[in-house]
């Protein structure tokens, strides 16, 4: 049993008392697999049978892991008949061999996501309800909620509570959705993920005899990542385990993330009550980080509550302080990050893939991915798509690009029915076959309808002839609106935002804010030319993306790229050198998981997982204005870095009084910010208020109506401005003026600024402020 000597004292304790109950509390980098995978050895080597060794996962590749471990250490055959899997795995297998005592056949088939979906619009479809009201996605959810609270269809429908939520959100017939859909599923011999859970769970409770022989057959439990079971896992869990007791869980309450997907924290915080005399074993040791980063880590997440507590250390060596860097706007934020990343691969001669920028939501992506491409870096997008490939962003693009050249026949396909409009298949289908026959475009084709029908009857002409005015009102705005304002005005015009809106499922809000990212990159393009004296038209704008995206087909399995991703992506993996990014009030922690003192907590656990990830160095970043829906909003710098003890942070900035490190539990919601002032001493003050606010649908907003500046901030007369001069800039700081070119009242500007470098502005657009 040589495995044994790799593990420290409580690895090899938790490892050895393979008896009754145990929770293994396991901090970040403390050694979980290991510990998970060498128990199981260990209970195969004192002659326990594999195939009475149940081990659950949450995934394929952490099963396929721990199984190929396991095999190293007692053989393959041996491992491969261990009872070991993802949860949806294991009980679908044990389904299909008891599906007779459900009324299903042992083939019954499980429905993906999209399939699901599928099903549903097509019974909103036949039961003739609005679609806009009961949207699938938002029904799926609400369905999946009540199944992984063992809510069945019968259930549902005799809830009072449930009927009186889904009514106050006018959707009162939700119950009678899900009993078609559970009747649909049943006759078609299907089950969905939720199903194979909930029937799992029925299955046990009405058939005490295949519940009795499960009991007598696994022996021995053991669940990885145990904070993350929600309601339905941890109740088969506890059924399974109840005669021999013999249940090992092993997880992190400071890692529990993923309440929005019904995950109880409760779960792990609570094993102690359902097995009196359990063992715990705390993985306190981190191998992975330096101890300067375990320290910082530890010092934010004791401002929780609710958890187990524990005291992660680190023998690693100390380690760089965690650096924390300020940003005038988010765009330098995007460039000081990028620049970062170029000089220490440069210096240190690591590799691309030691990097990591981690974000609270998807829509971050876009600044990041422009910066790394400014200077030739490669990167990846883990766990989801580029941000000008997500479907919302290539919707909206597509109405631009249709705006510009209404020939385009990829974007007419893409948009002529979204949102719906009831424009079909079969229409789309017979356009095309027109199209095809007079040698034409598809949208000469919709504009000639009123001389010929192509088959198409007065309803359907109808349809596309409001679309085609829809088209050829915004392109009478292509030369008098700006980009943004187009592009906003087009937003609202077909229903994107409102639809995205309206949306309040986790997927929908990131579509949601993906639509606000891409906008505010069209006002950024809008500012900056007009500021700079260029063209700030929607086909200008079109033509730098396209550049942006395109991108070479590089077949290459090159997998030595910058890593960007979200948080909740990131969790189990590790990375040298780490940047937390986007760290202010409202955005991380999020101003919609900020209402109650749980939301709150979880936020923090994020925070915590995010900094856990660094191994060498962590950096973490905030600017000081960002756009939001196209207008500059100045927000404050996240609580969680205050929360940090000053001793393990490095400012990359004259810190403010009110904002030093001190790790206070207390943050004043009202506290001051301070602001620079012309010496550059933190003098000026502005209060911020940390209140949550809800996004609406963008309103019209005039570029010349200039609400987006500080009103503190007074720019000085143009015609005062001489080369020689210091001037500050709201978005680029300070910079000196080295030359100006033209007459009034176009007079130009070149001014080379400390922060973005050398800029040529229009002074009757630039509003510069003289400092000296």
């Not at 806009?132 to 996605?137: G, H, Q, R, S």
């Not at 027109?434 to 192509?454: G, T, V």
């Not at 940047?579 to 101003?591: A, H, K, R």
């Not at 309103?699 to 901030?713: A, E």
Request: aromatic share 10%; charged share 25%; glycine share 4%.
């Amino acid at each position: 049993m040589e495995y044994l000597n790799e593990l420290n004292p409580v690895q090899r304790e938790a490892v050895e008392n393979i008896t009754g109950a145990s929770l293994v509390i396991a901090g970040a980098g403390s050694g979980k697999t290991r510990v998970l995978t060498y128990r199981i050895a260990h209970l195969l080597n004192k002659g326990v049978k594999p195939y009475s060794i149940l081990a659950l996962t949450f995934t394929n590749k952490a099963a396929r892991e721990m199984k190929d471990r396991i095999a190293a250490v007692v053989g393959p055959q041996e491992a491969q008949s261990l009872w070991m899997g993802t949860f949806h795995s294991i009980f679908s297998k044990i389904l299909r061999y008891e599906a007779e005592h459900l009324g299903f056949d042992s083939n019954f088939t499980i429905y993906d996501t999209q399939d699901s979906r599928n099903l549903y619009r097509a019974i909103i479809k036949e039961m003739q309800l609005d679609d806009k009201v009961y949207k699938a996605n938002e029904v799926q959810n609400r369905i999946s909620s009540a199944k992984n609270n063992l809510v069945t269809a019968n259930a549902y429908a005799q809830n009072a509570n449930a009927q009186k939520i889904d009514a106050q959100a006018r959707r009162p017939l939700i119950f009678e959705i899900y009993k078609k859909y559970s009747q649909r599923c049943r006759k078609a011999n299907a089950m969905d993920f939720d199903d194979l859970l909930l029937q799992t769970n029925i299955l046990f409770k009405t058939k005490p005899e295949v519940l009795a022989k499960y009991q007598d057959k696994f022996k021995y439990v053991l669940v990885d990542e145990y904070q993350d079971t929600n309601y339905s896992q941890y109740l088969i869990v506890k059924k399974l385990a109840e005669n021999h007791k013999n249940v090992c869980v092993v997880g992190d309450d400071a890692q529990s993330i993923y309440s929005f997907r019904g995950a109880k924290i409760e779960n792990i915080l609570n094993f102690r009550n359902d097995y009196p005399n359990y063992k715990l074993y705390k993985l306190e040791q981190n191998y992975r980080s330096t101890q300067n980063i375990v320290n910082a880590a530890n010092s934010v997440i004791h401002k929780n509550k609710g958890q187990i507590k524990k005291v992660s250390f680190s023998e690693n060596d100390i380690g760089d302080k965690i650096k924390v860097v300020k940003a005038l706007t988010d765009h330098e934020e995007g460039y000081l990050v990028a620049n970062d990343i170029f000089e220490t691969r440069m210096r240190e001669h690591c590799l691309y893939q030691d990097f990591a920028i981690l974000y609270r939501t998807n829509a971050q992506s876009r600044i990041f991915e422009e910066s790394l491409r400014k200077l030739n870096l490669p990167y990846k997008i883990y766990g989801g798509l580029s941000f000008y490939q997500r479907k919302e962003i290539k919707d909206l693009l597509a109405y631009c690009r249709m705006t510009v050249n209404p020939n385009d026949e990829e974007a007419i396909k893409r948009v002529i029915n979204y949102p719906k409009r009831g424009i079909g298949a079969t229409t789309i289908s017979k356009i095309q076959d027109a199209a095809a026959q007079n040698a034409s475009s598809m949208w000469d084709i919709i504009c000639d309808l009123q001389n010929r029908s192509y088959g198409l009857n007065a309803g359907t002409i109808s349809k596309l002839t409001k679309f085609t005015n829809l088209i050829k009102g915004f392109q009478s705005q292509l030369q008098t609106e700006s980009a943004f304002d187009l592009a906003n005005n087009i937003a609202n015009t077909t229903g994107i935002i409102k639809e995205m809106y309206n949306d309040r499922s986790p997927e929908g809000v990131s579509r949601h804010e993906n639509i606000q990212e891409l906008l505010n990159g069209i006002q950024e393009f809008t500012q900056n030319a007009l500021e700079e004296g260029k063209e700030l038209h929607l086909p200008n704008f079109l033509e730098d993306v396209a550049l942006l995206t395109d991108q070479d087909n590089d077949k290459d399995e090159d997998r030595d790229k910058v890593t960007l991703m979200t948080i909740h992506s990131a969790k189990g993996l590790e990375f040298k050198y780490l940047f937390i990014v986007g760290l202010e009030e409202e955005l991380f922690p999020s101003q919609m998981a900020t209402s109650t003192s749980q939301e709150l907590e979880e936020e923090r656990r994020l925070f915590y997982v995010a900094l856990t990830r660094a191994e060498k160095r962590a950096t973490l970043s905030f600017a000081k204005s960002r756009y939001k829906w196209g207008n500059m909003s100045y927000p404050r710098p996240s609580r969680f870095i205050r929360e940090i003890d000053e001793r393990f942070l490095e400012f990359g900035y004259e810190e403010a009084p009110a904002f030093s490190g001190n790790g206070s539990d207390n943050y004043n919601s009202q506290s001051e910010y301070e602001v620079p002032s012309q010496s550059g001493r933190f003098q000026q003050k502005k209060s911020f208020s940390s209140k949550p606010k809800l996004t609406k649908p963008l309103s019209r907003t005039k570029l010349s109506t200039n609400k987006n500046t500080d009103p503190n901030f007074t720019p000085s007369d143009p015609e005062l401005i001489q080369p020689g001069m210091v001037v500050e800039h709201q978005r680029f700081g300070k910079g000196k003026v080295l030359q100006m070119e033209g007459n009034k009242p176009n007079i130009k500007a070149t001014v080379f600024f400390q922060t973005v470098g050398q800029k040529q502005l229009l002074l009757k657009f630039a509003k510069l402020k003289i400092v000296g």
